[in-house]
């Protein structure tokens, strides 16, 4: 059973960093290429940052270029993301997600708050 669950989220202030992790089971963590994405209030679900399986080339939305940075530990089944200067427009529950079996699977989520 594919499993996923995020940490790391909490209340910071603008302009602070925050590292969020996400640990995963039940799948070959090394074949996968995994991504965040992020759901604020009132908002569609949206992709933040990918990193790749074996190449670990990495991918990000605009918003997340320059500020995060996506990794992942094959070692330990699990993946990253370094969020640094934050804005109160990154206030959102942020998700580790990954497609196995032509299926959709993500975790519970850690919520992010950050305050101005």
């Known amino acids: 059973e594919v499993q996923l669950v995020e940490s790391g989220g909490d209340l910071v202030q603008s302009g602070e960093s925050l590292k969020l992790s996400c640990v995963a089971s039940g799948f070959t963590f090394t074949e996968y290429n995994m991504r965040w994405v992020r759901q604020a209030p009132g908002k569609e679900l949206e992709w933040v940052a990918t990193?790749?399986?074996?190449?670990?080339?990495?991918f990000y939305e605009d918003f997340a270029k320059g500020r995060f940075a996506v990794s992942r530990d094959d070692a330990k089944n699990t993946m990253y993301l370094q969020m640094n200067n934050l804005k109160p427009e990154d206030t959102a529950k942020y998700y580790c997600a990954v497609r196995v079996n032509d299926r959709g699977f993500w975790g519970p989520g850690t919520q992010v708050t950050v305050s101005s």
């Open positions: 990193v790749d399986a074996g190449t670990y080339k990495t």
